[in-house]
């Protein structure tokens, strides 16, 4: 972005300290702004009275604190609702709430656009524009936040983009969600298609997030098929970081698998994933494909589903079938963007 003035929103507190010392202020000054920030949701400087007259005078003419704008939501019966959010350059991404009676969800993106070009993702059709900054990820949440009468308890990093293609500003997003917002870590997941040199250096951080993995073949010549990015990742180096990962930080790993009719769904496959998978520490989520205008590809029967998903358990793979959310208001990623920009 062309703004070099410090954005607030996705600085933390040691850091929030330093800009106050190095405008005249006591440390403390910084911990009331990160208070501000995390716990109050303030939309502008003007919104944390207890800061000086002078000092936040200083603050809006030295440093930024621009918030996400809604530009579009729509909301459907089972309380889903997907938001179209416009950055400050004007670009948009995507983030979606999803209301459970244990707990509330959100969604968010991590990149404007996709560089991975998965067969079966809107995203992917428009390309990667850019990353977002750490500060814009957390404002997702924020925004998402002040939409919800429920207090947001988990973030899954799946929305617009590939989160491990923006290593640095991810984690510094889950950090401040974590240390500043107040989500668990347990309660974050993030997403990746599967970038194995990144996941080796997301196992050494040792965070006790929720790996989950695009995984929806079993095989290199069906998953590059699906998955051009999976050209240069190999599926058993892939697996072998995906266990190296479960081994140091014992948490168990989820992989993602789209069932595509025809594709990917056959039982034969299913054998096979099934023994690519044997003694690690990980589920399978089997998720419905989620059809999208304009791409032939068609969702596998439940007959289908249910012959792939008994295989997994035969082999003693725990599976998991995800809750269809949010059919009616194009939940699928980049699918509402693709139809506002339309």
């Not at 640095?168 to 970038?195: C, F, P, Q, W, Y």
């Not at 009719?261 to 419905?288: F, M, T």
């Amino acid at each position: 972005m062309v703004e070099s003035r410090p954005h607030l929103l996705g600085m933390t507190t040691p850091e929030l300290e330093e800009l106050a010392v190095s405008m005249g202020q006591p440390k403390f000054r910084g911990r009331q702004i990160a208070a501000r920030l995390y716990k109050q949701n303030a939309s502008s400087v003007s919104d944390m009275p207890e800061l000086p007259a002078s000092f936040r005078e200083r603050l809006e003419s030295e440093a930024v604190l621009h918030r996400i704008h809604i530009a579009a939501a729509a909301k459907s019966a089972d309380g889903t609702t997907k938001f179209l959010l416009e950055l400050e350059d004007g670009m948009a991404i995507e983030a979606v709430i999803l209301p459970y009676e244990e707990r509330v969800s959100v969604c968010v993106s991590t990149q404007v656009g996709c560089a991975a070009g998965c067969i079966f993702c809107a995203t992917a059709i428009g390309g990667l524009a850019r990353n977002l900054m750490a500060g814009e990820i957390v404002d997702e949440v924020l925004t998402l936040q002040r939409e919800s009468p429920r207090r947001i308890t988990h973030v899954v990093y799946m929305g617009m983009g590939e989160p491990l293609l923006n290593y640095d500003e991810v984690l510094k997003s889950i950090r401040i969600l974590n240390e500043e917002v107040g989500i668990a870590m347990r309660h974050i997941t993030v997403s990746t298609v599967g970038i194995t040199p990144r996941i080796e250096k997301l196992a050494a951080e040792k965070l006790q997030i929720t790996l989950a993995i695009s995984l929806h073949a079993p095989n290199d010549a069906l998953r590059r098929q699906i998955m051009p990015i999976a050209e240069r990742y190999p599926v058993q180096e892939l697996i072998r970081a995906c266990r190296s990962y479960a081994d140091s930080t014992h948490r168990r790993i989820t992989f993602e698998y789209l069932l595509i009719r025809g594709l990917n769904d056959s039982v034969s496959l299913a054998h096979e994933l099934a023994e690519l998978l044997r003694g690690c520490l990980c589920n399978v989520n089997l998720i419905p494909y989620n059809a999208i205008e304009g791409l032939a590809l068609n969702r596998s029967s439940r007959a289908r589903v249910q012959a792939f998903r008994s295989v997994l358990e035969e082999a003693g793979i725990t599976v998991t079938q995800r809750v269809e959310r949010g059919h009616a208001v194009s939940a699928a990623c980049g699918q509402l963007r693709r139809r506002h920009r339309e």
